[in-house]
């Protein structure tokens, strides 16, 4: 089987205007000899700026959402096509945010995972279990549902990444223990394979939740860990190099 490339994602949320793309400099700037591919994910608003602050960087650029249709009438909307035109690389799909906020279901995150590919943007899918499904025991079967559910057969073949992010560990502090977090992704794991085959070897199981850099080296060398979605601590360029060097 050949190894995913790690990938660090920073997940910049609501948060950061025009003096933030300094922070995005700084990570461009810092970033040495790191094995990993390194995104960050601003606002739309930004994506176009920051995506020409990091030309010729290392660091990609990635949107946090998409419309799945190309264009039309959906105000307030953003496309896949939009994104990329920006110069956005990769786009989040699925994050728990959405999924709770606005009621997206595994068959539009996957309705937006086609749009992402028709776009030549590299889809992060995000899963992930709310605290009442892990105390019921279902954490599992959710996740492994979702991934299901998420991710069309048009994935085969293609780059992708799997963002395991439980939605009690996003903003808490609290993250599972490493034993939960091997057990889950080892389940998406084989999950992919079921699907996919040795195609989806190279598709990366990232982490998200609390991720920091204490934390950030156990995380990122747990079992099937091929890198981490990272929000709060992606806004300081120290806090997620730190996490890019934990790698
Ligand atoms: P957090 O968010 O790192 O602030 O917990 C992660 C995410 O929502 O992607």
């Not at 000899?33 to 030309?55: E, K, N, Y």
């Not at 989806?200 to 982490?207: C, F, G, R, S, V």
């Not at 360029?237 to 060097?245: P, R």
Request: negative net charge; proline residues 4%.
């Amino acid at each position: 089987m050949t190894a995913p490339t790690p990938l660090i994602a920073g997940n910049w949320k609501m948060n950061g205007l025009a003096d933030a793309l300094g922070e995005a400099r700084r990570v461009a700037a810092g970033l040495s000899g790191t094995a990993a591919r390194v995104a960050i994910c601003p606002s739309a608003t930004l994506i176009q700026r920051m995506s020409a602050a990091l030309a010729g960087s290392a660091v990609m650029v990635g949107g946090q959402d998409c419309r799945a249709e190309i264009s039309g009438a959906y105000t307030g909307d953003v496309s896949a096509e939009m994104l990329a035109d920006a110069g956005a690389n990769l786009v989040i799909l699925g994050h728990s945010e959405r999924r709770a906020g606005y009621g997206e279901a595994d068959e539009l995150v996957a309705a937006k995972v086609v749009a992402a590919l028709r776009a030549d943007l590299e889809p992060i899918v995000c899963v992930g279990e709310t605290l009442a499904q892990r105390e019921a025991g279902e954490a599992l079967s959710v996740v492994t549902g979702q991934v299901r559910g998420s991710l069309p057969a048009a994935l085969a073949g293609k780059a992708f990444s799997v963002a395991y992010e439980p939605v009690w560990a996003i903003g808490t502090g609290l993250t599972p223990t490493t034993p939960q977090i091997e057990e889950m992704h080892r389940a998406i794991r084989a999950t992919l394979s079921e699907m996919f085959g040795a195609a989806a070897d190279t598709a990366a199981i990232l982490y998200g939740g609390s991720v920091k850099p204490s934390n950030a080296a156990e995380i990122l060398h747990a079992a099937e860990v091929g890198g981490a979605l990272v929000g709060g601590a992606s806004l300081k360029a120290e806090d997620f190099l730190g996490i890019i060097g934990a790698i």
